[in-house]
């Protein structure tokens, strides 16, 4: 490849080839927020780093933006959702962080502070949204299966009781009928008593 592009085989020429290709092809990415100092700072640290950047600056994304973002966040995760309650969920974040923003601005008049609001913070939410709805889902669940077994178990309650009651009215029948026997021989043991102790006298 190096000959082809007119270098000769010697060792400083294939390095040279090797260097001019690096100087071609390689590519850094660097990411910085432009909040705070540290973009200053490091551009005054590094100037050479940064004299020969391109810098893409990533502006607040608009409001159809985010909606479309937790639309597709929700979606891909909660198939339970209903698209009614899809779409509120998604006007309510993206309203929250469009009046986050504004309120950030407010606070930095009032209080000389800043407060950095970000798409990686708006994805943060979502994802925060999305564990709290899944907890929240599953504790449901496990209550909705608890409230079932004790159901389920007031239901057989109920049978036991019902076969306990049916067997309690035998049961009392049963006694009553023996009582009335019993009162039956007690009269006749009685007359028998009664006509023995006047046989006697």
């Given at each position: 490849?190096?000959?082809?592009?007119?270098?000769?085989?010697?060792?400083?020429?294939?390095?040279?080839?090797?260097?001019?290709?690096?100087?071609?092809?390689?590519?850094?990415?660097?990411?910085?927020?432009?909040?705070?100092?540290?973009?200053?700072?490091?551009?005054?640290?590094?100037?050479?780093?940064?004299?020969?950047?391109?810098?893409?600056?990533?502006?607040?994304?608009?409001?159809?933006?985010?909606?479309?973002?937790?639309?597709?966040?929700?979606?891909?995760?909660?198939?339970?959702?209903?698209?009614?309650?899809?779409?509120?969920?998604?006007?309510?974040?993206?309203?929250?962080?469009?009046?986050?923003?504004?309120?950030?601005?407010?606070?930095?008049?009032?209080?000389?502070?800043?407060?950095?609001?970000?798409?990686?913070?708006?994805?943060?939410?979502?994802?925060?949204?999305?564990?709290?709805?899944?907890?929240?889902?599953?504790?449901?669940?496990?209550?909705?299966?608890?409230?079932l077994a004790g159901l389920e178990?007031?239901?057989?309650?109920?049978?036991?009781?019902?076969?306990?009651?049916?067997?309690?009215?035998?049961?009392?029948?049963?006694?009553?009928?023996?009582?009335?026997?019993?009162?039956?021989?007690?009269?006749?043991?009685?007359?028998?008593?009664?006509?023995?102790?006047?046989?006697?006298?």
């Amino acid at each position: 490849e190096a000959k082809s592009q007119g270098y000769n085989e010697t060792k400083e020429s294939i390095w040279k080839y090797f260097i001019d290709k690096v100087r071609r092809n390689l590519k850094i990415v660097m990411c910085f927020s432009p909040a705070g100092n540290t973009l200053r700072l490091r551009a005054r640290r590094f100037p050479a780093l940064f004299s020969g950047t391109i810098i893409d600056w990533f502006h607040s994304w608009p409001r159809d933006a985010l909606y479309s973002v937790v639309i597709r966040f929700l979606n891909d995760n909660n198939k339970l959702l209903s698209n009614e309650v899809s779409h509120s969920i998604a006007n309510f974040m993206a309203d929250t962080h469009l009046d986050i923003n504004q309120t950030s601005i407010q606070y930095l008049a009032n209080e000389r502070r800043s407060y950095y609001t970000t798409s990686k913070t708006f994805l943060e939410y979502i994802k925060i949204f999305q564990h709290i709805y899944e907890n929240k889902q599953m504790k449901v669940e496990l209550e909705i299966v608890r409230l079932l077994a004790g159901l389920e178990k007031l239901g057989s309650i109920s049978a036991q009781t019902a076969t306990l009651q049916e067997d309690l009215k035998i049961t009392t029948d049963e006694v009553n009928t023996k009582a009335e026997k019993a009162e039956i021989a007690l009269k006749i043991v009685t007359a028998e008593a009664d006509k023995v102790s006047k046989e006697k006298v």
